[in-house]
């Protein structure tokens, strides 16, 4: 019996969820398609500028801008403190769910300001380091990298939509399973909910390649399993399916591992930090 309202509470979420998705979707392919072309410019051009504005058009939802950012760092248009930025500050899906489950706005704002802010001083503080001198190299890329869909908005959104309530559905009802027959205090055990290691391990689900490290972040602490610096850590180092690109277009591995190594860290860093800074105040 648990297990059929346990199936029957999933899809009812779901089913609930399907509109509140779409919509932000079909928003956010809108502002997409209109605004790429003219992101690719404004970040190409910004120079020392480039982590400011990478970070702020790194927060808009979905992979878009993280994986146009990978390809445009690969032929050494952007700086490597660029980069970084957007990756850091990419939202993916946890702003459509966050949305879609009426999460209140403050909390919403808190989550994209923290990660646009880090992605700045971060990008800032890599690029002064280095000081990279600009490359010569002209930008090519091959469109079939993006995230973009050819189809038109309505139809992109529609895929998303399903792909992400199709994802949904698989986490929450796993999710669910756990607080039914295991409980959420064991759950929270598990992730180290209120251990200062969590950020450690919400870190290593940000960094699956694909648009679920973000789903399943949200869902977790919507569901109270991990804490908001632990969130907030998993979500810094959730950059879409931007470095299977990386790791594809760049052919220095050695450097690709580095980046890697370095939002893991920057990510745990700044979880521990909040979490520090949160048992203090």
């Known amino acids: ?15 609930r969820l399907l509109p509140f998705l ?21 970040i190409a051009k910004s120079k020392k ?16 801008f993280s994986v146009m950012a990978t390809n445009l760092y690969t032929t050494r248009i952007i700086s490597l403190g660029t980069l970084i930025s957007i990756y850091l500050s990419t939202s993916d899906e946890m702003l459509p769910i ?23 001083i971060y990008g800032l503080i890599i690029d002064f380091v280095l000081r990279k001198k600009e490359s010569k190299e002209k930008y090519t890329i091959c469109e079939d990298e993006h995230c973009h869909c050819e189809n038109g908005i309505i139809i992109s959104a529609i895929k998303h ?23 959420e205090d064991y759950l929270s055990k598990i992730l180290l909910k209120d251990s200062i290691f969590s950020p450690f391990v919400a870190c290593l689900i940000g960094l699956i390649p694909n648009c679920s490290s973000s789903i399943i972040l949200t869902e977790l602490y919507l569901n109270s399993a991990i804490s908001f610096s632990s969130l907030i850590a998993g979500l810094l180092t959730g950059s879409g399916t931007a470095l299977l690109v990386l790791i594809k277009s760049n052919k220095n591995m050695k450097e690709n591992i580095t980046i890697i190594m370095l939002i893991y860290f920057l990510g745990a860093f700044s979880g521990i930090a909040i979490n520090i800074i949160e048992k203090l105040l």
């Open 98 to 120: 966050l949305i879609s489950e009426s999460v209140d706005i403050k909390i919403i704002l808190r989550i994209l300001s923290i990660k646009i802010a880090l992605g700045m």
């Open 22 to 42: 779409f919509i932000a979707f079909l928003i956010i392919e809108f502002v997409e398609h209109k605004l790429t072309k003219k992101s690719k410019k404004i």
């Open 161 to 183: 939509t399903l792909s992400t309530i199709s994802f949904i559905l698989i986490v929450s009802f796993i999710i669910n399973i756990f607080f039914e027959y295991i409980g």
């Open 1 to 15: 019996m648990k297990m059929k309202e346990i199936i029957l509470d999933t899809l009812l979420d779901a089913i």
């Open 49 to 64: 500028l480039g982590p400011i504005i990478g970070s702020l058009l790194g927060a808009f939802p979905q992979c878009g």
